[in-house]
């Protein structure tokens, strides 16, 4: 928009903190208003005004006192800042006789004065500011315009700018706000006279309101326009994100609630602006406070955006393109309700825009429904009414309401538009580690077998080195990619992992010895397990002190575990010859790990229904151990006769029953089964004949009915 105003009112704030580059930053109020009118036809200034401004709470720094000069007893008489800008707004306008038809714009030194001071302390006041604060002409910028930039426009400041005009003012009959003033006024008169005879024009704009929108997958954003902004209320919406970020321009629908796993609100919000500019501003403002609670404010990237608020759905853009509606999320809705019993819960004080069009049903892939419903309205009066029926029963169940916002549509409609349907329950052992090294042969014969290690409690920023160095001598004992870092499903470390040893003689005495044993400043606590205990955490069971959980995933509709191995008792030998202490017989309390309970035959979920996979458990890391980390060095390289010694292998049989057998085709397909994993040599693979029938030769290998594969394991 272009604007030729017949004034510029030079403004220059002063906070009763920080000032020049770090004014705003530390969130301190504002103590005065200084002005001074240029007339751009006569280029004439006026007086110097000033308003002093009460802050609510605290006093002035030494530094304000001193620079400024202002005493904390001239502020006790002062106005508080909406009246201050009231007293402004009328004494600008007196002076500039706006009645007649005269016009004017604020200029500033920079954008901080207006985008980092009154507008965020207005916003958390609930001021309202006048008209005149949401257009300003920035001076740097403008001196930018006419004179080749020096340098930088971030180090420009008052003083550069008056010395490269050759411009002065005698600063010992005016105060330290008045001299910025005038300086303000001597640079833009220079700017308006021959013969740069520059215009003003072009005003930089502050939004008043955020605007919702849609953004699609397709959309290109640029990395330097995005925050992420952490340690929100979880009832905060983008209006009160928006709210937080006052006086910089955030992109129409660039306020990107987040939600976690189960749907729901994690405290954090991607924000993208406008330009680079007000990212940069937006920074600033890190640890800022929203109400009680300080936000945290980082960057971010235009992919982390697109994750959230991306969308490729025309049911959801159809949705949201209606302008100026107020969205309000439904959880807990029964599976069978329709959009007439939904109007019906709503009506009449509440009446929902465009009717059953207003509302949007949430479902599964296949149709089925999930509970969630989003419905729109036309006006904050009905969306405050229909948010005062939050828990009422709507047939037998009670429903939850939450005002919503357009990327969490776009979210919950992408997470259950995106789960992947599993029609038959997955195997208990997670194919992301090779079944071989993961559950070795002893092991799935003796299911009880405690030969693994559960090490619980531990540093985030622990490695697999870590942990290795933690277990010392008993490093020795660990199987060949038998270390099991648990990640969260954010991919981050859980501060758990799973240990796989020789022996369960040799995991219990690690226990033992390792027990609450310090790593980082931390103590770890080191439990034995068996195996299927921790192929039952991983897909994301629980293992307490009343037993193994099953995981929410599983099915068919008998899966039970079988009883753990017998408790050693206190006194036992263990092969070893060495005999259990008393006094660590009550580590391992029966019922915490040794003796898991048996679950009665139960139906988790009916047999023949489809399934959804939880991503949320807990997953493995690639799996690691001794040799393939380079834990040992070339000075202790182990014996010849040492576990550790040669490459470990492994052998995998793959049998077929039927002709169609899918690797009959050649050693190609077999080996492309088998891909990252290294074929011990040459002639690791040895195809079988199928016995078909009586007349069929023996030698025949035209169609395989199984083969041996020899697999070193990296």
């Not at 007196?94 to 004065?113: P, R, V, Y």
């Not at 991503?615 to 001794?626: D, L, N, R």
């Amino acid at each position: 928009m272009t604007v030729n105003p017949d004034n510029l009112v030079l403004l220059f704030t002063t906070t009763c903190g920080a000032s020049g580059e770090l004014l705003g930053s530390d969130e301190k109020e504002t103590v005065q208003l200084v002005w001074q009118v240029l007339n751009l036809i006569t280029k004439k200034p006026g007086p110097v005004n000033e308003v002093l401004v009460k802050p609510e709470g605290g006093c002035m720094s030494e530094e304000c006192v001193e620079v400024t000069g202002i005493s904390a007893e001239a502020l006790i008489s002062a106005a508080p800042l909406d009246e201050a800008l009231s007293q402004f707004n009328e004494r600008l306008c007196s002076e500039i006789n706006t009645s007649a038809g005269n016009s004017f714009c604020l200029c500033t030194d920079g954008q901080l004065h207006l985008r980092q001071v009154l507008h965020p302390e207005a916003s958390s006041k609930n001021v309202l500011l006048p008209e005149c604060f949401f257009s300003f002409f920035d001076l740097r910028k403008e001196f930018n315009k006419c004179y080749p930039p020096e340098a930088d426009r971030k180090d420009l400041d008052l003083q550069s700018m008056a010395d490269y005009l050759n411009l002065s003012v005698d600063s010992s009959d005016h105060a330290f706000t008045a001299l910025k003033v005038l300086q303000m006024s001597s640079i833009a008169q220079a700017l308006i006279s021959e013969p740069v005879c520059h215009t003003f024009s072009c005003p930089e704009k502050v939004n008043e309101k955020f605007e919702t929108g849609t953004c699609s997958k397709m959309e290109r954003i640029d990395d330097n326009t995005v925050i992420r902004a952490r340690g929100l209320p979880w009832q905060s919406s983008d209006q009160d994100v928006a709210r937080f970020f006052r006086g910089l321009n955030i992109a129409k629908g660039g306020a990107a609630l987040c939600l976690n796993a189960q749907g729901r609100r994690n405290g954090e919000a991607l924000v993208r602006f406008e330009n680079e500019e007000h990212r940069d501003l937006a920074l600033q403002r890190h640890k800022h406070h929203m109400g009680s609670r300080y936000i945290e404010v980082y960057k971010a990237t235009g992919e982390d955006f697109l994750k959230i608020a991306g969308g490729t759905s025309n049911e959801v853009a159809n949705f949201l393109s209606r302008e100026n509606q107020v969205i309000v999320r439904m959880r807990g809705l029964p599976f069978t309700a329709t959009a007439e019993q939904v109007l019906q819960f709503f009506s009449p004080s509440c009446p929902v825009t465009d009717g059953s069009e207003g509302i949007l049903f949430v479902r599964f892939p296949d149709g089925r429904p999930t509970g969630d419903a989003f419905v729109l309205f036309s006006c904050e009066e009905h969306a405050e009414n229909a948010l005062k029926k939050h828990k009422e029963i709507l047939g037998k169940r009670y429903i939850e309401l939450f005002r919503s916002t357009a990327a969490e549509v776009q979210q919950v409609l992408n997470k259950y538009s995106s789960a992947p349907l599993i029609a038959v329950a997955p195997a208990p052992i997670l194919p992301v580690v090779p079944q071989p090294t993961f559950v070795p042969s002893t092991i799935a014969a003796v299911v009880g077998t405690r030969d693994c290690l559960r090490l619980r409690g531990l540093p985030y920023d622990a490695s697999v080195q870590d942990i290795l160095l933690f277990l010392g001598e008993y490093t020795a004992d660990i199987r060949p990619h038998g270390v099991h870092m648990v990640l969260n499903q954010q991919g981050r470390p859980s501060g758990d992992a799973f240990i796989q040893m020789r022996s369960a003689e040799r995991a219990y005495l690690a226990a033992h010895r390792c027990h609450k044993r310090s790593m980082k400043e931390r103590y770890v606590e080191v439990f034995p397990c068996s195996a299927q205990e921790m192929n039952i955490v991983l897909m994301g069971g629980s293992l307490s002190r009343s037993g193994l959980s099953p995981p929410p995933c599983l099915s068919p509709a008998s899966y039970t575990f079988p009883p753990g191995g017998s408790v050693l008792p206190a006194g036992a030998v263990l092969p070893t010859g060495a005999v259990l202490p008393v006094d660590t017989a009550a580590l391992y309390p029966s019922q915490f790990l040794l003796n898991p309970r048996p679950l009665a035959p139960a139906a988790f979920y009916p047999a023949n229904s489809q399934m959804y996979m939880n991503y949320a458990a807990y997953y493995p890391s690639p799996p690691g151990s001794p040799p393939n980390m380079g834990y040992y060095h070339t000075s202790h390289t182990p014996s010849a006769g040492s576990v550790l010694s040669h490459p470990p292998t492994a052998m995998i049989r793959m049998q077929s029953h039927t002709s169609a057998h899918a690797y009959a085709s050649g050693v190609k397909e077999i080996l492309s089964m088998v891909q990252g994993y290294q074929p011990s040599n040459s002639d690791a693979l040895v195809t079988l004949p199928s016995l078909l029938s009586a007349k069929q030769p023996i030698g025949d290998q035209s169609l395989g009915g199984g083969a041996y594969l020899d697999l070193q394991l990296l």
